[in-house]
C-alpha cells in the first residue's frame, strides 16, 4: 500500500508563510512528478506547482515568486513554501504524486494525499 500524508497547514495572517510537506510511505519503487493542487469553497481544484524527478519546476501565475516547491527524494517528500501569503490563496492544500509501487506489473499511477487547510486571514 502507498500513501501521501500531508501536513503544515493552519491559520495565518496575510503577509505571513507557512511550509506544506507531503511524505510518500510504502512499497515505493520510484516517484516521478511531484504536485501541489489547492481548492477553494466553490472552486475547481487546480495546479499550484510541479516538480519533476529531476527537479524542474512550474508554478501557477498566481503564486508565481511567492511559492517554492522543493522535493527530497531520500524521503520520498514533497515541499512547498508559501510566503507572502494572501486571503486568496485560503484553500484545501493536496498533494499528489507518480509513483510506480515496488510490485508488478510496476506501472506508475497518481496517488493523492488527504488535504491540509491553509487559511489566511486579512
Known amino acids: 500500500q502507498v500513501e501521501l500524508v500531508e501536513s503544515g497547514g493552519g491559520l495565518v495572517q496575510a503577509g505571513g508563510s507557512l511550509r506544506l510537506s507531503c511524505a510518500a510511505s510504502?512499497?515505493?519503487?520510484?516517484?516521478?512528478?511531484m504536485n501541489w493542487y489547492r481548492q477553494a469553497p466553490g472552486k475547481e481544484r487546480e495546479l499550484v506547482a510541479n516538480?519533476?524527478?529531476?527537479?524542474?519546476?512550474n508554478y501557477a501565475d498566481p503564486v508565481k515568486g511567492r511559492f517554492t516547491i522543493s522535493r527530497d527524494n531520500d524521503k520520498n517528500t514533497v515541499y512547498l513554501q508559501m510566503n507572502s501569503l494572501k486571503p486568496e490563496d485560503t484553500a484545501v492544500y493536496y498533494c499528489?504524486?507518480?509513483?510506480?509501487?515496488?510490485?508488478?506489473?510496476?506501472?506508475?499511477?497518481?496517488?493523492w494525499g488527504q488535504g491540509t487547510q491553509v487559511t489566511v486571514s486579512s
Open positions: 499528489a504524486a507518480l509513483i510506480i509501487r515496488l510490485q508488478m506489473p510496476f506501472v506508475p499511477r497518481d496517488y
Open positions: 516538480i519533476s524527478s529531476g527537479g524542474n519546476t
Open positions: 510504502g512499497r515505493i519503487l520510484g516517484i516521478g512528478s
